[in-house]
């Protein structure tokens, strides 16, 4: 959802510099990072949130993706606003 990807996108390796600097749990082992981020990038692609851009290695958000994942993200703020401040 950042600003910052959206004209190229983003790809695995983006995403595994963001998650690393919140509070989302990855694998002890850094050999594992990547695999578990394709996973997360093919759970968020078959609910239709994330597109592959053909013939690249880079992800974008869909249309659908961008009112469904901002929506999840405000709730995440005004239900649990402690878990937001500790992962800023």
Request: no cysteine; glycine share 8%; charged share 20%.
């Given at each position: 959802m950042s600003g910052e990807h959206t004209l190229h996108g983003f790809s695995n390796r983006d995403l595994r510099e963001k998650l690393q600097a919140t509070?989302?749990?990855?694998?002890?082992?850094?050999?594992?990072?990547?695999?578990?981020?394709?996973?997360?990038?093919?759970?968020?692609?078959?609910?239709?949130?994330?597109?592959k851009i053909p013939r690249s290695r880079r992800w974008?958000?869909?249309?659908?993706?961008?009112p469904v994942m901002s929506a999840a993200l405000r709730l995440r703020e005004i239900h649990f606003p402690g878990l937001h401040a500790a992962a800023a």
């Open positions: 509070s989302f749990r990855l694998h002890e082992d850094p050999t594992k990072h990547s695999g578990q981020v394709s996973r997360l990038l093919h759970r968020l692609h078959v609910y239709g949130l994330v597109a974008r958000v869909t249309a659908f993706g961008y």
